[in-house]
């Protein structure tokens, strides 16, 4: 490939920011795979990154940046994660690091943690688009749910050609390995997911043991481990027709409840009740009411998805 000058971006990374900027879907290469990239402050673009991979989950997404200095307006870097950061960025290297409280990434990207993850590759064309962008681009790897990650822009076609409005071709993805996550929290360094940046290169910088957590994210939580999901504090209830006058309910569509009202989508729009759902399950359980009801959401497309993680904010907790 011919060298690329970040700062005088391509006619294609030049249309691809843009239509990053106005909300669309742009496919990109990295290093590691292609990603399925969206703004990650715009609640909307983001839910149609879960509605075009068709993924019956909510997981967060990795917000991708073009230096360590946009990631650290988004996050807290302790003196660990600013060494790790030092160390591995630009490159296949993903930290999951607290929120700041200013962070203007949407609930869904993060799937309403208080944590965010965070990466800056090293990939010039990936480079040069995020910093023609100027904003934090939300990107799980570009192929349909349950399918292997892409490594070509035309794996990309293939899998989601006709959900995209443009792939940025990087040539092939050289490692064809997503990229090393850990989190970075409370001064310990917890491996979540191994990539090509070595759990033995790791501990070389942070001079200390990288811990593990078990892969089965829906284990008893022990102590200290990470929670993957946001669970409210009240109690909550599925398919609710009829409602409590202390309940705060989560609206689909129209009622005639009097109570305190959280709005999924009033026009009972899929894409619209997933990119409002983490904000307004927060606000619901910030609320005064006792309790949380939600009403029906029917179980099709990104409804899926949406019933997935109000069965599991519903179901009974373990304590920890
Ligand atoms: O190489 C890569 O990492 C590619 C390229 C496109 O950057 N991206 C990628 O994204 O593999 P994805 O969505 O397939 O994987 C993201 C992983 C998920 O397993 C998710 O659970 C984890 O990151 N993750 C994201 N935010 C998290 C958080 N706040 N806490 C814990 N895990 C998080
Ligand atoms: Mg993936």
């Given at each position: 490939?011919?060298?690329?000058?970040?700062?005088?971006?391509?006619?294609?990374?030049?249309?691809?920011?843009?239509?990053?900027?106005?909300?669309?879907?742009?496919?990109?290469?990295?290093?590691?795979?292609?990603?399925?990239?969206?703004?990650?402050?715009?609640?909307?673009?983001?839910?149609?990154?879960?509605?075009?991979?068709?993924?019956?989950?909510?997981?967060?997404?990795?917000?991708?940046?073009?230096?360590?200095?946009?990631?650290?307006?988004?996050?807290?870097?302790?003196?660990?994660?600013?060494?790790?950061?030092?160390?591995?960025?630009?490159?296949?290297?993903?930290?999951?690091?607290?929120?700041?409280?200013?962070?203007?990434?949407?609930?869904?990207?993060?799937?309403?943690?208080?944590?965010?993850?965070?990466?800056?590759?090293?990939?010039?064309?990936?480079?040069?688009?995020?910093?023609?962008?100027?904003?934090?681009?939300?990107?799980?790897?570009?192929n349909p749910s349950g399918k292997i990650s892409?490594?070509?822009?035309?794996?990309?076609?293939?899998?989601?050609?006709?959900?995209?409005?443009?792939?940025?071709?990087?040539?092939?993805?050289?490692?064809?390995?997503?990229?090393?996550?850990?989190?970075?929290?409370?001064?310990?360094?917890?491996?979540?997911?191994?990539?090509?940046?070595?759990?033995?290169?790791?501990?070389?910088?942070?001079?200390?043991?990288?811990?593990?957590?078990?892969?089965?994210?829906?284990?008893?939580?022990?102590?200290?481990?990470?929670?993957?999901?946001?669970?409210?504090?009240?109690?909550?209830?599925?398919?609710?027709?009829?409602?409590?006058?202390?309940?705060?309910?989560?609206?689909?569509?129209?009622?005639?409840?009097?109570?305190?009202?959280?709005?999924?989508?009033?026009?009972?729009?899929?894409?619209?009740?997933?990119?409002?759902?983490?904000?307004?399950?927060?606000?619901?359980?910030?609320?005064?009411?006792?309790?949380?009801a939600v009403m029906p959401i029917p179980q099709?497309?990104?409804?899926?998805?949406?019933?997935?993680?109000?069965?599991?904010?519903?179901?009974?907790?373990?304590?920890?």
């Amino acid at each position: 490939m011919d060298r690329i000058d970040a700062h005088k971006p391509s006619g294609d990374v030049k249309m691809a920011a843009q239509l990053l900027g106005e909300g669309r879907l742009v496919a990109f290469g990295t290093e590691t795979v292609y990603g399925l990239g969206a703004d990650a402050t715009n609640d909307k673009a983001v839910a149609s990154i879960f509605a075009a991979k068709a993924r019956p989950q909510f997981n967060p997404l990795i917000s991708h940046v073009a230096d360590a200095a946009a990631a650290q307006a988004l996050a807290d870097f302790s003196p660990l994660a600013l060494k790790l950061a030092a160390a591995f960025w630009p490159g296949p290297f993903t930290m999951v690091l607290p929120r700041k409280p200013d962070c203007p990434v949407s609930a869904l990207v993060t799937a309403g943690l208080d944590t965010i993850a965070l990466r800056v590759p090293a990939h010039p064309v990936a480079h040069a688009l995020l910093l023609a962008v100027g904003k934090p681009i939300a990107a799980p790897s570009a192929n349909p749910s349950g399918k292997i990650s892409p490594t070509s822009a035309a794996h990309v076609r293939q899998g989601l050609g006709d959900k995209l409005d443009f792939v940025l071709d990087g040539g092939p993805a050289t490692h064809g390995l997503e990229s090393t996550i850990v989190a970075v929290l409370d001064d310990v360094v917890t491996l979540l997911r191994p990539g090509s940046i070595t759990v033995e290169e790791i501990e070389k910088v942070i001079g200390k043991p990288v811990t593990f957590v078990e892969a089965n994210e829906h284990a008893p939580t022990a102590p200290g481990q990470l929670k993957s999901h946001y669970a409210p504090s009240k109690p909550l209830r599925l398919n609710a027709t009829e409602f409590e006058d202390d309940e705060a309910v989560l609206t689909f569509g129209p009622t005639d409840h009097t109570g305190p009202l959280f709005s999924l989508s009033d026009s009972g729009d899929l894409t619209e009740a997933a990119a409002n759902l983490f904000a307004q399950l927060h606000a619901a359980d910030a609320s005064t009411a006792m309790a949380i009801a939600v009403m029906p959401i029917p179980q099709e497309g990104l409804g899926l998805a949406i019933n997935d993680r109000l069965a599991r904010a519903a179901a009974p907790r373990q304590s920890a």
